[in-house]
């Protein structure tokens, strides 16, 4: 079984505050977006990768690429404003409507591949699935000076990769764009045409460095060499 990767690099990282995308964050001997596609590049099962980037950094991940060679056929698509504009610009580049697509966040260098095959499998099945874990704190919901404290035992939290069926995702894209509705994850999208998302349990190391916090945590994975 196949499936083709994109892999969105075209954010800023505000909250990462690197005063440039923490895409180019060098964790250990590589940036994270090299990390990221080189973990894709190597699982047997991915057959190309569409990696969304900021048409200003075009040159530089040229040549980062350039610098690490990836074993896999890379396409690169400009990305928009939003992750979810990103996306779509990604899928554009997909011409099967049966292919199965995974959509990551190439701020979570670390999914192993054997819960890529897994998803793989799901959505071959099921046309959409994600991975997602459990919730392990108490989440509190405050709407004004209300709390209410939600049942944890339905909770989980989404992860990328996310992966569908071209053709349903990109249904999903366009009615969501039609109708201004922008999601955070692009699961959503199919819930909200009715259609079910099947969860493929992941992992706590599934990490997206988000704040500074994280690089420690994903450089101490990688120094281990237990992540993939
Ligand atoms: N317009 C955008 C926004 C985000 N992303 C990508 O989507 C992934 C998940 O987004 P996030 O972790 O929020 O990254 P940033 O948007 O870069 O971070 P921040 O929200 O802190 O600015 C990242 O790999 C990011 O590069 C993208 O391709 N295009
Ligand atoms: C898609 C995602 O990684 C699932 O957890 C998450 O929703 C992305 O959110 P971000 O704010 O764009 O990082």
Same mark, same amino acid.
């Given at each position: 079984?196949?499936?083709?990767?994109?892999?969105?690099?075209?954010?800023?990282?505000?909250?990462?505050?690197?005063?440039?995308?923490?895409?180019?964050?060098?964790?250990?001997?590589?940036?994270?977006?090299?990390?990221?596609?080189?973990?894709?590049?190597?699982?047997?099962?991915?057959?190309?990768?569409?990696?969304?980037?900021?048409?200003?950094?075009?040159?530089?991940?040229?040549?980062?690429?350039?610098?690490?060679?990836?074993?896999?056929?890379?396409?690169?698509?400009?990305?928009?404003?939003?992750?979810?504009?990103?996306?779509?610009?990604?899928?554009?580049?997909?011409?099967?409507?049966?292919?199965?697509?995974?959509?990551?966040?190439?701020?979570?260098?670390?999914?192993?591949?054997?819960?890529?095959?897994?998803?793989?499998?799901?959505?071959?099945?099921? /046309?959409?699935?994600?991975?997602?874990?459990?919730?392990?704190?108490?989440?509190?919901?405050?709407?004004?000076?209300?709390?209410?404290?939600?049942?944890?035992?339905?909770?989980?939290?989404?992860?990328?990769?996310?992966?569908?069926?071209?053709?349903?995702?990109?249904?999903?894209?366009?009615?969501?764009?039609?109708?201004?509705?922008?999601?955070?994850?692009?699961? /959503?999208?199919?819930?909200?045409?009715?259609?079910?998302?099947?969860?493929?349990?992941? /992992?706590?190391?599934?990490?997206?460095?988000?704040?500074?916090?994280?690089?420690?945590?994903?450089?101490?994975?990688?120094?281990?060499?237990?992540?993939?």
């Amino acid at each position: 079984m196949t499936y083709t990767a994109i892999i969105l690099a075209a954010g800023q990282g505000k909250r990462m505050a690197a005063g440039e995308n923490k895409q180019f964050i060098h964790l250990l001997d590589k940036p994270l977006f090299i990390h990221t596609v080189s973990n894709f590049a190597e699982d047997d099962w991915c057959s190309q990768i569409v990696l969304v980037i900021n048409p200003k950094e075009r040159d530089r991940i040229k040549q980062l690429l350039n610098q690490h060679p990836i074993r896999k056929p890379i396409v690169l698509v400009n990305g928009g404003k939003e992750r979810q504009e990103s996306v779509y610009y990604g899928l554009q580049m997909i011409k099967d409507p049966n292919e199965i697509v995974f959509i990551h966040d190439g701020a979570r260098p670390f999914v192993m591949h054997e819960q890529l095959h897994e998803l793989a499998y799901v959505v071959k099945e099921r /046309s959409a699935g994600l991975l997602a874990v459990p919730v392990t704190d108490t989440i509190k919901q405050k709407k004004g000076n209300e709390l209410t404290t939600l049942d944890r035992s339905t909770l989980w939290a989404a992860q990328t990769p996310q992966g569908f069926r071209k053709q349903l995702i990109t249904y999903a894209h366009e009615k969501a764009k039609a109708e201004n509705y922008i999601g955070t994850d692009d699961a /959503s999208l199919v819930e909200r045409l009715g259609d079910s998302v099947a969860i493929v349990t992941g /992992s706590y190391h599934n990490i997206k460095l988000t704040m500074p916090e994280d690089i420690e945590r994903a450089e101490t994975y990688l120094k281990d060499r237990k992540m993939y």
